[in-house]
């Protein structure tokens, strides 16, 4: 069956520091990936998502996640973090049910950014 | 620009009371559907339709129901409200990409906040 683990609940760092949200997977067949992003009284928005081509992804926002099957983790960097980026991160998977795909979501991680 | 409104971002209810969420997409996606979103829980999925009229049980589909008459809408109820029913509750919708269904973006709502009390 497939699941995501979100390592990490709570995330704080510092604006301009680099940002670090862990995610392993699990999934008995190569596996479509994502990061979506819920800004406060928003819904989520895709960041980025892995289908099999390139390892590492790049999204929007400046936000990049690498696949590393032998890990098997997805975690979502970003090089800067900027104030706009507090929101929570949500790592999900996509899996198939009964001949139908549907998504596997972590528990999320919280971001922070201080000043 | 997908859109999928969600008419209230706040409900608040009392115990025993039938609850209709309503939600509405403007891209004639194939498929929609409805989670809840708890704190430490992420999202977890009620319902799901791949057509008018069709619907699937998600992982928690126990004191909901749903009802698709138009591909646009598709609507979340909550036959005799329950105060362990109070959550965020998210719709989402995606298109169908035939042979590459697990790459499926789904495009979510604002959500709406319902209390039980």
């Known amino acids: 069956a497939q699941s995501v683990t979100q390592l990490d609940s709570h995330v704080s760092v510092s604006e301009g520091t680099p940002v670090l949200l862990r995610c392993n997977y699990s999934?008995?067949?190569?596996?479509?990936l994502f990061w979506y992003v819920q800004h406060p009284n928003k819904g989520l928005q895709l960041l980025l998502k892995?289908?099999?081509?390139?390892?590492l992804v790049k999204g929007i926002n400046g936000f990049e996640a690498e696949f590393k099957k032998s890990e098997t983790s997805f975690h979502l960097t970003k090089p800067s973090a900027h104030m706009s980026d507090a929101a929570e991160y949500f790592c999900?998977?996509?899996?198939?049910?009964?001949?139908?795909?549907?998504?596997?979501f972590g528990a999320g991680t919280r971001l922070a950014v201080h000043p | 620009d997908v859109k999928v409104t969600q008419s209230s971002r706040y409900l608040v209810k009392r115990t025993g009371e039938k609850v209709f969420l309503e939600c509405v997409q403007d891209?004639?996606?194939?498929?929609m559907f409805w989670y809840r979103q708890d704190p430490g829980l992420g999202l977890r999925l009620i319902y799901f339709?791949?057509?008018?009229?069709?619907?699937e049980k998600g992982d928690i589909p126990e004191g909901y129901s749903v009802s698709r008459e138009k591909k646009e809408r598709f609507s979340l109820i909550l036959e005799s409200a329950s105060t362990n029913q109070t959550s965020m509750y998210l719709c989402?919708?995606?298109?169908?990409?035939?042979?590459?269904?697990?790459?499926?973006?789904?495009?979510f709502g604002a959500g709406t906040r319902l209390s039980v009390l």
């Open positions: 989402a919708s995606s298109r169908t990409l035939a042979g590459r269904s697990g790459e499926n973006i789904q495009y």
């Open positions: 999934s008995s067949y190569s596996p479509s």
């Open positions: 892995y289908t099999s081509a390139a390892t």
């Open positions: 999900v998977v996509s899996a198939e049910s009964g001949g139908y795909n549907k998504l596997i």
């Open positions: 891209m004639d996606h194939e498929n």
């Open positions: 339709s791949y057509d008018v009229k069709m619907k």
